[in-house]
């Protein structure tokens, strides 16, 4: 899932670009841009949000090919996707003269919109105390932001193909989104209406950013698992 080939873009993309020469305006259109990106994913996920299969299907709207979305086409270094008779709605084409970065990953676009809506819409809510306790607002947020850090060093991990770390940081988020499922028990969000719909709309989302961290761990460990070609030449001789 996602760039998690050791091989990707960012080793290349530079090199073949020659020298690139930005200066902050640049840099500041092409954030904007992936900024842009995240709430395009999230839109299409919205609309979607009833969907059994809402992942994949708004990977598929931005225009993410399997080898986008998931780890198995990247991996191989196949980029193929001839067999593809789909026709998504929109595809997200970016600029071809923009460099590769961790901003283009689709598992930090989706993560990144998921953590933003829960984010969103805690914020407008935590702020009247008659519809959230002082401790629940803070305690919940504080741990949403802590699983959030977690996550992007995963995904950071993940993007220069280091597994393993990903992995840990993955492993590290789980944790951290487990303690923040925790703050939003039936019982506690039943101090208001408003609380509990947010209960209702965020358990979703957050089961959703588990199943996307499950599925790349499990490639990850997969990818760890096969027999690097050093080894390989070493038998040899």
């Not at 994913?41 to 299969?53: P, S």
């Not at 283009?104 to 819409?121: E, G, M």
């Not at 977690?150 to 993940?158: D, G, K, R, T």
Request: aromatic share 10%; hydrophobic share 35%.
């Amino acid at each position: 899932m996602g760039n998690t080939n050791s091989e990707n873009p960012s080793d290349h993309e530079w090199e073949d670009r020659g020298e690139l020469v930005w200066n902050e305006f640049d840099w500041e259109r092409y954030l904007r841009q992936q900024d842009e990106t995240v709430l395009r994913y999230l839109a299409f996920y919205e609309q979607l949000k009833g969907h059994a299969e809402r992942l994949d299907e708004s990977a598929r709207l931005m225009g993410w090919g399997v080898d986008d979305w998931t780890s198995e086409g990247t991996l191989d270094g196949d980029d193929d996707d001839d067999d593809d008779d789909s026709e998504p709605a929109e595809v997200d084409l970016g600029d071809e003269a923009d460099p590769y970065t961790l901003h283009k990953n689709p598992i930090y676009v989706a993560t990144r919109a998921l953590f933003l809506s829960l984010k969103r819409s805690w914020e407008q809510l935590a702020e009247i105390e008659q519809k959230v306790p002082q401790k629940l607002a803070l305690g919940y947020y504080a741990a949403l932001l802590r699983t959030e850090d977690q996550a992007m060093q995963a995904v950071s991990a993940l993007d220069f193909g280091d597994y393993a770390m990903a992995i840990s940081l993955f492993k590290r988020a789980l944790r951290d989104l487990n303690a923040t499922l925790a703050h939003l028990d039936a019982e506690t969000c039943e101090f208001s209406r408003a609380l509990a719909h947010y209960r209702t709309q965020a358990l979703p989302r957050i089961f959703d950013l588990r199943e996307v961290w499950l599925r790349v761990m499990g490639e990850c460990r997969e990818e760890l698992s096969r027999p690097s070609d050093d080894g390989e030449d070493d038998d040899d001789e």
